[in-house]
T-cell receptor
Framework: AQKITQTQPGMFVQEKEAVTLDCTYD???????LFWYKQPSSGEMIFLIY??????QNATEGRYSLNFQKARKSANLVISASQLGDSAMYFC???????????FGIGTKLQVIP | GAVVSQHPSWVICKSGTSVKIECRSL??????MFWYRQFPKQSLMLMAT?????????EQGVEKDKFLINHASLTLSTLTVTSAHPEDSSFYIC????????????FGPGTRLTVL
């Protein structure tokens, strides 16, 4: 079984500053995928970034980067140059064992302050 | 454009009635779809895996007779909440995985169910 832990229920960041959202995971599978999703108040799940367990380089997508530390089983999301529109819930998630179903963490609520 | 659609986007019903939620894969055929439930201010919890042409696989603690899933075609899965009660009020989201790549996950926009 896999597990995702997000220990920050809420975070504040000043506009234009960078912020790191923490995520640790646990799985016995050697092959797995790690995701970050953004969920605004509308409820839709917006895919942000993906990291495969065998990827040697950290994933980046525009202002989003994933700090993947395999030995520590952590997959922190870094958002650079925060914008007001970044205020939302952020979920860390994973798939493993060759299955496509996704296990989610409890989320972190990010609020960007002008 | 959207890859997965859900209908309706929101529904309000009386206690005891049944509600059907549709999930459609718009761009590709999906032999497997997933249904999640999200209570207010909580995470998404997998309810069941919908398999085209066969019975759905339910997660532990999810009543299969209450949450009926039908995956009659490669592009449509339906979730029917039977005899809905206020505690069933939640946000229901479906997802579709494409291929064997882990990163090909697409979520529908969700359906907000309120049972009075």
């Amino acid at each position: 079984a896999q597990k995702i832990t997000q220990t920050q229920p809420g975070m504040f960041v000043q506009e234009k500053e960078a912020v790191t959202l923490d995520c640790t995971y646990d799985t016995s599978d050697q092959s797995y995928g790690l995701f970050w999703y953004k969920q605004p108040s509308s409820g839709e799940m917006i895919f942000l970034i993906y990291q495969g367990s065998y990827d040697e380089q950290n994933a980046t997508e525009g202002r989003y980067s994933l700090n993947f530390q395999k030995a520590r089983k952590s997959a922190n999301l870094v958002i650079s140059a925060s914008q007001l529109g970044d205020s939302a819930m952020y979920f860390c998630a994973m798939t493993s064992g060759g299955y496509q179903k996704v296990t989610f963490g409890i989320g972190t609520k990010l609020q960007v302050i002008p | 454009g959207a890859v997965v659609s859900q209908h309706p986007s929101w529904v309000i019903c009386k206690s005891g009635t049944s509600v059907k939620i549709e999930c459609r894969s718009l761009d590709f055929q999906a032999t497997t779809m997933f249904w999640y439930r999200q209570f207010p201010k909580q995470s998404l919890m997998l309810m069941a895996t919908s398999n085209e042409g066969s019975k759905a696989t339910y997660e532990q603690g999810v009543e299969k007779d209450k949450f009926l899933i039908n995956h009659a075609s490669l592009t449509l899965s339906t979730l029917t909440v039977t005899s809905a009660h206020p505690e069933d009020s939640s946000f229901y989201i479906c997802s579709v995985g494409r291929g064997s790549s882990y990163n090909e996950q697409f979520f529908g926009p969700g359906t907000r169910l309120t049972v009075l």
